[in-house]
């Protein structure tokens, strides 16, 4: 199915991508495989989520942090290729959870981008996987995740 | 030398692959990359290591669990591609290791899977590493490791 | 530009690439990506820096510690490729830096790599990134980094 269309079905609209905070770039292509700059739960210019997983954020909020995570790098994905149907793959996900030294649920969480890539890339979108914690993360988002996809030539 | 009698060898009897926790896939290949998701030190569906290393696992114990480490992901290689004797060089280690503030022996840690990945694979397992602490991990595993390899078309 | 000259120009002199301090190798290739160990601030065999950004290390001193790293990361590149000029483009850098759990300026400190790679490739040093912060890593270094770079065949 075509993505755009699979994106109106599900109701998402992707929002502007953001811009890096610093010197680096959001995505980068060598050969077929597209790397993506690593994304926090920042919609449209506004950061929707500030705090440690399990302390000031819960596992529920941090699952949507997650998926805003994920809808950035679906953004990012999309303005880098101009066209999201050249997506062959999601090749991998690397997600990172700021949380304090008791918190285990990580997987949980980084469910949040990863059930969103099956959702718009459906058996395409099955990725690789590492979720990992974290003591920390820049401007003290939640969660922080990246990408690796392959694309048509 | 032949992979399937290099491991018989050395006494190497591979765990069964643990499945994966969440909304994720074990392995994807991109041309002539596998990357395989995060591994644990789950023998066979049973958790070996519970804690933090340096505090609840000694060195020694957390050399040995990224060992188990090493074997899931050569484990996941094998059911992936059928044949072990199909990757041709495992390219990247990244190794994870749960501790507390003062730890500075991550490299030592990870070790025992970038041993074992020389041990079954010699020259060709040779392969580019970080090893980084942590402050806690998935299901308080005090160790986790994924693997980038190169496989023969 | 000729990057060796370029490297003169910005009086940059590289480093001794440090030897791997466990059982790995730091730089292999698959296909046209060269993949690059993380490196440390470690020059010429001396540890410049110990201890965690934010408390025992300012930020301007982490810029400068992520700066050594970027050095080795070429140094490591140089040695491996023999001619710097081979790098077709960096792709990917991940930066780890050890601090306290309300520290969020880790992409101003991995910026000490960014700011390097875009000084020494120009255009093509922009690179896709993920700045993370963690608890502790190997040998107490403040910072650390790894690479992705594309190279010509």
């Known amino acids: 199915m075509n993505i755009e269309n699979k994106l109106k079905e599900l109701g998402i609209d992707l929002p ?20 993506v700059s690593g994304q926090g739960p920042i919609i449209n210019g506004k950061q929707i989520y500030r705090g440690k997983v399990g302390a000031e954020i819960s596992l529920e909020d941090a699952y949507q942090a997650a998926r805003y995570c994920g809808l950035n790098l679906v953004a990012q994905l999309k303005r880098f290729l101009g066209d999201l149907n050249r997506v062959k793959s999601i090749v991998q996900v690397k997600g990172y959870v700021a949380c304090g ?39 003290n988002i939640p969660v922080e995740a990246e990408l690796i996809a392959e694309v048509s030539p």
Chains 1, 2, 3 share one sequence.
Request: hydrophobic residues 35%.
């Open 16 to 35: 502007e991508p953001p811009s890096p905070i610093a010197s680096y770039t959001p995505c980068k292509q060598a050969g077929n495989l597209v790397f």
């Open 101 to 139: 030294i008791t918190f285990e649920n990580q997987p949980q969480v980084i469910n949040g981008v990863s059930d969103l890539m099956v959702e718009i890339f459906g058996d395409a979108g099955r990725h690789t996987r590492c979720a990992l914690g974290t003591n920390t993360l820049p401007a």
